[in-house]
């Protein structure tokens, strides 16, 4: 089956500075991939997702790139606010197939 | 719409009871998922229904079942509960089986 590694498990950034968060995957037939933001006590929201024909995509501060070959996918959050500091999780899925795997989570931290 | 709805919030049983838990999804969505989410493990699938099959199913013992209804609610019971099971459980639905949304999740307490 499908396994997601999900790298750093924290991170913790100055407000304004930029933060990373890198998965890979180890089915190649996997095509979807999202990512969630859960805060504290709260249920993970998807804040954007990216299928395999696309190399990137951008959503305001929020951009996912893929690279198919390597397996892996990053999430980019740019001028980061202390409102994005929660637990991101990446998942992978194949379309058709409402069986989200996910990595372990990263705990982003952004202090002021 | 309205999102994603579980009931109940929040439950507290003892070892060797049995638990159901309901999930109303999203108007219109025929998919509902549901995950074990818990510190150790993460967010962990257990089963799939659509249009009242279960379409898939993960890797959890013959103890957690679940089904769907013709209005697409589903619930998920989990008989003969064990300590480790203490977790959140999270439903999620979707309209095209692929884009999941999660409602609040039913955080369980097994003493």
């Known amino acids: 089956g499908e396994n997601v590694e999900q790298h750093p498990s924290t991170l913790s950034v100055q407000e304004g500075d930029s933060a990373v968060i890198k998965c890979t995957y180890s089915?190649?037939?996997?095509?979807?991939f999202p990512w969630y933001k859960q805060e504290l006590g709260k249920r993970p929201q998807l804040i954007i997702d990216?299928?395999?024909?696309?190399g990137e995509k951008k959503d305001q501060r929020i951009a996912v790139t893929l690279n198919k070959t390597a397996k892996h996918f990053s999430l980019h959050i740019t001028e980061t606010q202390p409102e994005d500091s929660a637990v991101y999780f990446c998942?992978?899925?194949?379309?058709?197939?409402?069986?989200?795997?996910f990595g372990k989570g990263t705990m982003l931290l952004v202090s002021p | 719409k309205a999102g994603v709805t579980q009931t109940p919030r929040y439950l507290i049983k003892t070892r060797g009871q049995q638990v159901t838990l309901s999930c109303s999804p999203i108007?219109?969505?025929?998919?509902v998922s549901w995950y074990q989410q818990t510190p150790g493990q993460g967010l962990q699938f257990l089963f799939e229904?659509?249009?009242?099959?279960?379409?898939n199913k993960g890797n959890f013992p013959g103890r957690f079942s679940g089904r769907q209804f013709s209005n697409s609610r589903s619930e998920m019971n989990v008989s003969t509960l064990e300590l480790g099971d203490s977790a959140l459980y999270l439903c999620?639905?979707?309209?095209?089986?692929?884009?999941?949304?999660f409602g609040p999740g039913t955080r369980l307490l097994v003493l």
């Open positions: 089915d190649s037939a996997s095509n979807y």
């Open positions: 229904y659509f249009s009242e099959t279960q379409r």
């Open positions: 998942a992978a899925s194949l379309t058709g197939y409402s069986t989200l795997t």
């Open positions: 990216i299928r395999s024909n696309v």
């Open positions: 999620a639905s979707s309209a095209t089986g692929e884009t999941q949304y």
């Open positions: 108007s219109g969505h025929r998919s």
